[in-house]
């Protein structure tokens, strides 16, 4: 939870490797062409930062959410999984502090009656968390309306959490909000979780699902959404040094994840929440940042919250959150380490990162060089003679075979020359082409996406070629 860490734009470092792509327009026309990620309600006019996942882009984010529970929950012995609500009892968010302060700094401009996220303006970058709170700092920095150039208010708070009504009385006691965070779920759940699974300290409880956020400036395409998921992992440890050294474990693991899926190391680094930035409860903050067209910015937090989470619900409910330690015979309110990614944002980045335009014989192949575990199909099964009924047919066969494991595909509005290029715009990792001489020897041609090389393989060990392959990406 980010009660309010804003995020200042942090100084670029020395060696800034500049992004992956330098015109976001580049993703976003790509992301809509291909059926990555359309605007919600388009036919409408479309709603502020609300994106829909097209055919593509739905594998995508699930292959994301799949490899961070692989990673999170199924390789590890001390994670389990929780599905919490995503309505709650009113109470968890004052608890929690998100009525009272899960809020942003908000300035006006008098003329145009824009909003924006003082933090966000040209000219406030960079600002500590006590400037942000400072009443006087429009004035100080001589800040204007980035539109028109109009007056802008002193800042004011605003809250980020979506209200509604629970039952059909719509009144102040029937109140309940829109998660803003998976994590509380974790935590009113602790008890549930630790006594039915017969879990010991440490371990932890992983969650993926939407949260919503009443964003003052959203933008930057999926960067900043009102509704998205997020991939959260709440840590349970012993009071203290454990929760420190738990810390030192889960932020190289993590971002040590981004790489494991091909996102470029030199456009990832860790920035250190400032002392006047951290939340108030919490011991210590490390971000996973990328380098966005945009900027250096927030992929994953990985927080050290102390007692925060279960001391507050317990003293609140009356309930007893407390953990006997069956080795030191102790009983005490564990500590939390949290590891806050969203899924959105992943799934953005990864498509982003992997995004190349190279010359191949005079021509410009655009291919993204996603993780074979990301990418929406992982073979497309193409004829090299569609008006052969004997190789379409053998193609089905292979693509119904394959579709047993995995995604695949099966394509012939093109000539294949064509048909590999869109293949390699959407990322698909392995092409099986089959032409007339695969009737007599029974072999077809397997070609690589990112060396282009094309191998002759029998087609009864097709299946298992591609499923060595993926086994062999996954290993890297
Ligand atoms: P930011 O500073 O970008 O607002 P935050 O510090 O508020 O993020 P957390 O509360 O720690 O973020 O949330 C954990 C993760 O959830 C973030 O690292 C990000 O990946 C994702 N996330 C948070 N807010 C949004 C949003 N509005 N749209 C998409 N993803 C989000």
Same mark, same amino acid.
């Given at each position: ?114 909003? =924006?996220?003082?933090?966000?303006? #040209? ?8 400037? !942000? $709170?400072? *009443? /006087?700092?429009? @004035? ?21 959490? =979506?209200?509604?009504?629970?039952? #059909? ?8 909000? !829109? $998660?803003? *965070? /998976?994590?509380? @779920? ?40 009102? *509704? ?249």
């Amino acid at each position: 939870m980010s009660i309010p860490t804003t995020t200042p734009e942090s100084a670029v470092p020395a060696a800034d490797p500049g992004p992956a792509v330098a015109n976001l327009e580049t993703i976003v026309s790509l992301a809509k062409r291909r059926g990555f990620v359309y605007p919600s309600s388009e036919i409408y006019g479309g709603i502020n930062a609300v994106w829909d996942y097209g055919p593509l882009g739905v594998e995508r984010k699930n292959n994301v959410k799949r490899a961070w529970w692989r990673s999170m929950v199924q390789e590890r012995d001390d994670i389990v999984g929780l599905d919490a609500g995503i309505l709650m009892h009113p109470q968890v968010w004052v608890t929690s502090g998100h009525v009272g302060s899960f809020s942003d700094p908000l300035v006006e401009c008098a003329t145009c009656r824009r909003r =924006f996220r003082i933090d966000e303006l #040209p000219g406030a970058e960079g600002l500590s968390a006590t400037d !942000l $709170r400072d *009443e /006087t700092i429009v @004035g100080r920095l001589g800040l204007a309306c980035p539109v028109d150039g109009g007056a802008l208010s002193a800042p004011r708070r605003f809250n980020l959490m =979506f209200q509604t009504y629970m039952g #059909p009385v719509q009144d102040e006691a029937n109140i309940v909000y !829109l $998660r803003p *965070e /998976t994590a509380q @779920g974790s935590y009113v759940n602790f008890k549930n979780v630790q006594q039915s699974s017969r879990r010991k300290l440490p371990f932890g409880i992983a969650q993926i699902g939407k949260s919503f956020r009443n964003e003052i400036s959203p933008g930057n395409f999926v960067f900043r959404m009102r *509704e998205f998921e997020q991939m959260e992992m709440q840590y349970f440890v012993r009071p203290g040094d454990a929760a420190a050294a738990a810390f030192e474990e889960w932020l190289p693991r993590r971002r040590a994840w981004y790489e494991r899926h091909g996102v470029s190391p030199s456009r990832l680094r860790l920035r250190e929440h400032a002392p006047d930035e951290l939340a108030h409860y919490a011991k210590k903050a490390v971000d996973v940042e990328y380098r966005f067209p945009f900027g250096w910015k927030e992929l994953e937090g990985v927080h050290n919250r102390g007692d925060f989470d279960l001391g507050s619900h317990a003293r609140s409910s009356g309930e007893n959150l407390e953990y006997f330690d069956p080795v030191s015979e102790e009983h005490y309110v564990p500590w939390v380490v949290e590891t806050a990614a969203g899924a959105d944002r992943a799934a953005f980045t990864v498509l982003i990162d992997s995004h190349h335009e190279e010359e191949v014989k005079g021509e410009t192949r655009v291919v993204l060089r996603l993780h074979p575990d990301l990418a929406p199909y992982k073979v497309a099964v193409l004829p090299l003679l569609k008006k052969r009924p004997e190789i379409v047919d053998l193609c089905h066969r292979i693509k119904d075979d394959l579709k047993r494991d995995l995604m695949a595909v099966y394509d012939d509005t093109a000539a294949i020359g064509k048909l590999y290029r869109r293949q390699d715009e959407i990322g698909t990792p392995w092409c099986v082409t089959v032409d007339v001489d695969s009737l007599e020897d029974g072999a077809v041609t397997v070609r690589d996406r990112d060396t282009m090389r094309q191998e002759r393989i029998p087609v009864a060990r097709i299946r298992r070629a591609i499923l060595d392959r993926m086994e062999a990406a996954r290993a890297d």
